[in-house]
Structure formats: structure tokens, C-alpha cells
């Protein structure tokens, strides 16, 4: 093991809980999302030769620092463990502290006086918003290897003298009582006096970072962009895909020099982030660096760490207006924003100093309609007994957990998990209003706070896999005309690391982003192929989940349940400018601010011309298939003179399952129009019947009242199921049925795996059904032409996901609702144009 000999630290730490100790250092891989239903206890990640060891002095005081990355409500517990033994509570018998204080990210302890050996630090944050299926407490945890001895001396974190077990001085980028924390600059000149040094959080290290003049890129500007490179793109020479209202992507493959060139454009100011892995990467790639569930070493890894960890540090002494500040090292550049010093937190209205309220649904319950399964990992114990010389070994873990235990003389310590949970935790609390119908038939709502939702299906066996889990992902940044584009990986919903963290490199060959009238461009080149195990290679007709998100800007948090901020949960002004720009954090439950696209290929034109004329198109599945490759299609063809539309759909599928089509306003399931058929083989009849999709349960899938479809047929030979209908584009029925008109456009949503039908009454669906990524207009061969005085094109298809980065999560049908305002406005305005 490696030794750092340390004795003192006084650092105070303000909000930066995805959680991770930063002094003592937590165990290599330090990742932030390591919990009580997913990883085993005490630590969920085990010691091996490359964790630092913590020298310490017995009977010293000093400040215990962690990284913070979501505002959690709940507090903490330190404690100091041998394996399952509890040896000391550092933070006293208290099962939690300082719940009232939910963005501190330090505490002064005081080791025991008679204390000496080696032991474990170990931190637990609860995150009091959510509970185990069992109904226990949702805890994550972090662990850093301590050795207390008589006395200590500071001979290994200076790099000079020490004074009293403290550094004297440090080396250029390094701060801290033992130098312990590091920054990427202070001034132009550690960023290759090609970029500016600024400022990007208060909390989590590298504070300072460089941002890049246009033509350089790097950690540090080291390295010069291609001339034939630019932020600033023709469009027109690359394919397009909308993720949102406020985020598109542009790509293209350059096959000349084996590389993908990738666009982003986000409204947004602060950090944007795109990430890929294979479709149907099997859940056991969550085994790298290290097991998922046991921290065990997978093989020798090949490097180790980043050699300064992200830590917590001093709060800096800054003003609060918008501005470019000198700090006193140097030129490290800070910008601000002005608060209103007078400003006092209401749950009832949140809105964040500095900002005001945006127009974000209460959509989703804090409160569970039903609960899930129980997860078989145990949660902490609900009290804290005394420690003793010789306390009993922790139990395992048990679907039904023990009643709170008393305090004795020999305490257990927490339980460790013993099997894979089988469901996520559950919010608590009562709902904050009515939750919002998301259209997917589940069985079990959908968890969307953090953790955020089931895991996504995974193909070829291991574990689920979640939208973020094993995700090679750029996240870019711009200050003006400077920006910072890094390689990241993330095998979890921990906040993401560079690849260097993960024994990689940074694989980019070109990268430049900018910031201007609130929308921020990010630009980079990366070879198509890679070696690095932080890297996903992107291939020729292969299907890739994309994953994108942007930072929570200030006034437009989002977090569903409420976190500790909505909750005014935390205790000076300052701790509620928690989300900072260009710090990455949590990016919020809004489908506004994250998502995914399942089954993208890169190479593929996902605007292809010849789709249909004006008054007939056409949709297959998988993207770009022709004939039988195609498992689903669905043809229309508009009948002018009876106002009428025909669609015919063919999909490949088991005869016990059901298919079919959905119309939507805002691509998502919720409120949207469908008609279902499936083919009885026992009977030799088919049916086909119009549905109104009010709610995700299979409760909310109902039976139009008004059957407004004629002219139905279905057939199912050769595994391949076929059926077609007509209905009038008005069909008068603006309740449970999408009015199609000229100017009136829908999204067009195709179930590619149905689930399964038993005498009509329809299960929850095997896939995630796509949807058209712009609307689709049936109009009149002569007439109604789009803004362009073209014909209609097919449009690219996009997954109904609700998905993470960096960030926590699973698909669902919500993610591209903007809003409960938005969709009453665009209901308002489909009356209006009615009357």
C-alpha cells in the first residue's frame, strides 16, 4: 500500500449526494454512486495495493472532506471500522447529523485517545427522499484507509518542510495542510499560454481549469486542432438529430481518416454532454475497472488514479456579481452572479437565488403507487449503538430486515448486501400533486429522483443496464470563445471521470466549443476505432444508445422527488448556489435536461430522401433496413377527397404479442392516440382496435369510447404480422383521439416489441417504443406543403426515453414531455384551430 503521512487537516468545505470522501482519500476506484441496494457494504468498494493510506496521530482532530454531486436531503454518519467491527462513531450515537445542513461536505472529528493500528474511515450520506423496497433507509457510502500511530510527522505530503504536522509550502498547483489537493492552473501559463484559467467550482477539485483559445485542445491547451477544423460548421454537410427543443446534435463519419465528427448545440450556458455504447451491451461490462457489486479487482489494473483526487476545499472569498476576477494567485478567472442578499428560501414557491421559476411540472410523486419489490441488500440500522473494543461481526443482509436495534455494549455494525436487489429504491413522501400519466404500460411506476427509475433491459445476460452504465461520453464547456472538451467514462451513475482515471487517454485528435447569446457549440473529432477500455468503438450498421444531458442552470433545478434545496433544507444563501456553471453535477429529472436514443447508427442518414410524396411516406425499422430486414414498417398514403388517411403496418413478431401505432403531440406515450391489433392463432381471427393512452399503467391503456377507424384487416403468416385501417385526419374525437391536419403534425410512435395480448387485454410492452424525432403531417398531395414548398420527408427516429447522464438513469416514457404548461398550450391552441 501506498503511504502518505498526515496528521491535521482544518479544511472547510461548502456544497459541492452522489458522495465520495476526499480527505482521507477514499479507496481506488473512488466512484460516487456506491449504495446500499447495488454494492456490498460496509464500503462497497474493497482496499487493494494502490488505495493511499492516511497516517494519522491518535486522540488529533481534524476535518473529514467529500465530494458532492446531487443535493440530497438527509445527513451523515463518520465512523471509524475494522472490516465489520465498529471501533468509534465519530459523529457520536446519532444515526444521522446534520440533515438540516444538506450541501456540507466537511466535518471536524476527533480519533480516540487510545486508539492505534489500522482502521477504516468510513463516510454514509442518507439520502432521505428514497428508501429501500424494505422500507429502510437509502444510504450511499465511501470509505479511506487510515493509520493511526503514536505520533506523526509530515514527511511524505510536503515537498519541502513541515511545521506542527503541516505543509510549510506546496508545490505550484497543489493546496491543502498536506498539499493534498491539486488544480489544473492558476494562470495562462499552466493552460500552454494558449487559453485562460478559470474558476469552475467551490467545491470539488480541479477547481481551475483551462479553457482553450479556438485551435487548441487538452487538459492543458497542449495539443493543435487540424486547420481544416473549426467550431464553426456547415451544417449542411452533416447528418441531424433534434434531442430536444433546446439540444441537436450534428455528425459525420470521415471515413478517409477513420474518424466521427460530432456537433452539439444546446441552449445552454453551462456544461453539455454526449455519451454512446453498443445497443445491447451486456450488463457485465459494469465489471470493469473492478466487480461492480464487490469492488473486487477484476485483473491487475493497469495504471492507477488520477494522481490528485476531486476533492472539498476552503470556501473562496468572492463577490457575487457577474464578472471576470483576478484571483490572488494569479489569473484565474471567476465568474458569478448577482443574489439577492435579502433572499429567504420558500418550499411552497422554490426558485433559487439569482433565479426565478421556470415553468417544470410537479409531474412526478415523491411518493411511490405502488411499492416495489424489496431489495434484498439491507439497509444501515435506523439506530447507532455505542462502540466497543469488541463488537459483533455484521450480519448479512435479509429481505426483511430486523427491527431497529437497541444500543448495547456490543453493537453490530450495518449489514452487508449479500444478493443483487431486484428493484430500485422508492421515493418517500407524499406526492406533491397529481403525478403526470406517462402512456407506458408498466406494472411499477417509475422511480425519478436519484436513483432514477428500473434499469434498462440488457441483452446477453449480467446485470440491467441503466442509460449511464458503461457510457464513453464527451462533456464540453465554453467561456465565450474558449472552451474545455474532456474524454469521459462512466461505468455507473457516478459522476463521470476521465479516461486517465480508468488507466485510458484522452482519444480525441480535435475539439473546440463556444459560448454565445446563451447557447453553447461543441465540436470534436475522435478515431472510429480505439483500444481504450474507457472507449466505445463506433462501427458500420451498429446500433448505438445515446445518452445527452446539460447542467440544471440557475432557477430551473429540477429534481423529482424534491431534494434538500427545494425543501430549503439547507443553511446559508450560498449553500442554494449549489449548482454552479461548468461544475458538474447532477443534471436534474426534467426531460428537458437529459435523454436517450436507442439503436443509432452513426453512418446512417436519418433524413432519407424518397421517403413518400406529400400525401404517402413511409417509416421501417432498424434505421436504414430494406425489405425483409426490416422487423417493423408502417406505410400511409392520404386520401384527399374522404379527408381520409390509410396506414398499413407490418411487424415480426411472436403470434402471442400484440403491435401497432401511436400518434402524439409531444413524442411521448402520455395522452397520445394508438391503435393496437394482435392475431389470435387458436381462433384464426385478428383485431384491430383504437386506444387512448391516459396514464403509464396498463389501467391507463383504454378503449377508445368512440371506435373511429374503418376498414380493418390483419393477417399473420410467417411470424410477420400485418394490419391495416383507415381513419378521417378530423375524426371529431379531440378527447381520446390526435387531430391530424395541413399545419396539425404528430409524432408517429412505433412499438417495435409489443407485449403480450390475452383476449384483448394488452401487457407491457418488451422494448421501449421510438418515435419520429419531428412530427409527420398527412396532407393533401396538392397542397399543405412544408415551410421549404417541398414534400414531407421521412423524419429520424428517436427513442421515448427519460434517460442520464451523468446521471441517473433509466428510459421511460416521460423524457420528452417538456412540461404540464406546454402540453396545455398545445392543447389550448389544437381547440382554437378546432373552432
Not at 149 to 162: D, F, I, K
Not at 654 to 679: C, K, P, R
Not at 797 to 803: N, S
Request: glycine share 10%.
Amino acid at each position: 500500500m501506498k503511504s502518505v503521512v498526515l496528521v491535521l487537516s482544518v479544511l472547510l468545505g461548502i456544497s459541492t449526494a452522489h458522495v465520495r470522501l476526499t480527505f482521507p482519500p477514499a479507496r481506488q476506484y473512488d466512484f460516487d454512486f456506491l449504495d446500499n441496494v447495488r454494492t456490498n457494504g460496509p464500503c462497497g468498494m474493497q482496499s487493494d495495493n494502490n488505495t493511499v493510506v492516511t497516517e494519522l496521530e491518535k486522540g488529533s482532530t481534524f476535518n473529514v472532506t467529500w465530494h458532492l454531486a446531487y443535493s440530497h436531503r438527509g445527513g451523515f454518519r463518520l465512523r471509524l471500522i475494522r472490516g465489520n467491527e465498529i471501533l468509534a462513531n465519530l459523529t457520536g450515537n446519532a444515526t444521522f447529523i446534520n440533515d438540516d445542513d444538506i450541501t456540507s461536505t466537511s466535518y471536524a472529528v476527533t480519533l480516540p485517545p487510545e486508539f492505534v493500528g489500522r482502521a477504516t474511515l468510513q463516510l454514509t450520506r442518507h439520502a432521505r427522499e428514497w428508501t429501500t423496497g424494505s422500507g429502510a433507509p437509502y444510504v450511499f457510502w465511501s470509505c479511506g484507509e487510515v493509520n493511526v500511530v503514536e505520533t506523526s510527522t509530515c514527511n511524505r505530503g510536503c515537498p519541502a518542510s513541515c511545521n506542527n504536522g503541516k505543509c510549510t509550502s506546496c508545490h505550484h498547483l497543489a493546496t491543502g495542510d498536506f498539499c493534498q489537493y491539486e488544480d489544473d492552473c492558476l494562470g495562462p501559463a499552466d493552460c500552454s499560454n494558449r487559453g485562460e484559467c478559470w474558476r469552475v467550482s467551490t467545491s470539488t477539485y480541479p477547481r481551475n481549469q483551462c479553457f482553450c483559445e479556438q485551435g487548441y485542445f487538452g487538459r492543458k491547451c497542449e495539443r493543435e486542432n487540424p486547420s481544416d477544423f473549426s467550431v464553426d460548421i456547415d451544417k449542411s454537410k452533416y447528418f441531424t438529430r433534434s434531442m430536444s427543443p433546446d439540444y441537436r446534435i450534428y455528425y459525420m463519419i470521415r471515413e478517409d481518416q477513420s474518424e466521427i465528427e460530432i456537433a452539439i448545440e444546446a441552449n445552454s450556458t453551462t456544461w453539455v454532454a454526449l455519451g454512446w455504447r453498443p445497443n445491447g451491451l451486456p450488463g457485465t461490462c459494469q465489471n470493469f475497472p473492478v466487480q461492480y457489486r464487490t469492488g473486487e479487482p477484476v485483473s491487475e489494473p493497469e495504471s492507477e488514479p488520477e494522481s490528485a483526487p476531486e476533492t472539498t476545499s476552503e470556501p473562496s472569498s468572492t463577490g457575487r456579481r457577474r464578472r471576470r476576477q483576478a484571483l490572488p494567485q494569479g489569473g484565474v478567472q471567476i465568474e458569478t452572479e448577482d443574489y439577492d442578499s435579502n433572499w429567504t428560501c420558500n418550499a411552497n414557491s422554490w426558485s433559487s437565488p439569482g433565479g426565478s421559476p421556470q415553468a417544470e411540472p410537479e409531474a412526478e410523486p415523491e411518493g411511490s403507487a405502488e411499492p416495489e419489490a424489496e431489495p434484498e441488500a439491507s439497509a444501515e440500522p435506523e439506530s447507532e449503538p455505542e462502540a466497543t473494543a469488541e463488537p459483533e461481526s455484521e450480519p448479512e443482509a435479509t429481505a426483511e430486515p430486523e427491527s431497529e436495534p437497541e444500543a448495547t455494549a456490543e453493537p453490530e455494525s450495518e449489514p452487508e448486501a449479500t444478493a443483487e436487489p431486484e428493484s430500485e429504491p422508492e421515493a418517500t413522501g407524499e406526492p406533491e400533486s397529481e403525478p403526470e400519466a406517462t402512456g407506458e404500460p408498466e406494472s411499477e411506476p417509475e422511480a425519478t429522483g436519484e436513483p432514477e427509475g428500473e434499469p434498462e433491459t440488457g441483452a446477453g445476460g449480467g446485470r440491467n443496464l441503466h442509460p449511464m452504465d458503461c457510457v464513453d461520453i464527451i462533456i464540453g464547456k465554453a467561456k465565450g470563445l474558449f472552451g474545455n472538451v474532456g474524454d469521459f467514462y462512466t461505468r455507473d451513475r457516478s459522476t463521470p471521470r476521465r479516461d486517465d482515471f480508468y488507466g485510458g487517454q484522452d482519444d480525441l485528435v480535435a475539439a473546440a466549443a463556444k459560448e454565445e447569446n446563451g447557447k453553447t457549440t461543441v465540436v470534436f473529432r475522435r478515431k472510429l476505432e480505439t483500444s481504450d477500455m474507457a472507449d466505445h468503438a463506433i462501427a458500420n450498421q451498429q446500433g448505438m444508445d445515446v445518452i445527452w444531458a446539460r447542467g440544471q442552470e440557475r432557477g430551473r433545478e429540477v429534481h423529482r422527488p424534491r431534494s434538500g434545496l427545494e425543501r430549503c433544507e439547507a443553511k446559508n444563501i450560498e449553500d442554494y448556489l449549489f449548482y454552479q456553471k461548468d461544475d458538474v453535477k447532477y443534471h436534474g429529472t426534467s426531460g428537458m435536461q437529459r435523454g436517450i436514443i436507442r439503436g443509432l447508427d452513426f453512418y446512417a442518414d436519418p433524413n432519407p430522401s424518397g421517403g413518400g410524396s406529400q400525401c404517402g411516406g413511409q417509416l421501417a425499422q432498424p434505421s436504414g433496413c430494406s425489405g425483409s430486414a426490416c422487423t417493423y414498417t408502417v406505410e400511409w398514403q392520404y386520401n384527399s377527397d374522404e379527408d381520409e388517411v390509410e396506414f398499413t403496418i407490418r411487424a415480426t413478431m411472436d403470434h402471442t404479442q400484440w403491435t401497432g401505432i401511436g400518434f402524439s403531440q409531444e413524442g411521448s406515450m402520455v395522452n397520445s392516440d394508438a391503435v393496437l391489433a394482435w392475431y389470435d392463432e387458436a381462433t384464426s381471427t385478428g383485431s384491430v382496435k383504437d386506444y387512448f393512452l391516459g396514464a403509464r399503467s396498463t389501467s391507463g391503456v383504454v378503449e377508445d369510447d368512440s371506435q373511429d377507424i374503418t376498414d380493418t384487416s390483419v393477417t399473420y403468416e410467417n411470424g410477420i404480422l400485418q394490419f391495416s385501417f383507415k381513419r378521417k385526419r378530423n375524426t371529431e374525437d379531440a378527447e381520446q383521439d390526435m387531430l391530424f391536419g395541413d399545419n396539425n403534425c404528430v409524432f408517429i410512435l412505433q412499438p417495435l416489441e409489443g407485449g403480450q395480448h390475452n383476449g384483448g387485454s394488452v401487457q407491457y410492452h418488451q422494448s421501449t417504443p421510438i418515435a419520429s424525432s419531428s412530427r409527420v403531417c398527412f396532407r393533401a398531395c396538392n397542397g399543405g406543403l412544408d415551410e421549404n414548398g417541398g414534400q414531407d420527408t421521412v423524419t429520424p427516429t428517436v427513442g421515448v426515453g427519460d434517460c442520464t447522464v451523468y446521471s441517473d438513469e433509466s428510459c421511460d416514457a416521460t423524457g420528452l414531455i417538456p412540461s404540464i404548461v406546454m402540453l396545455m398550450v398545445v392543447y389550448f391552441l389544437q381547440r382554437v384551430m378546432q373552432d
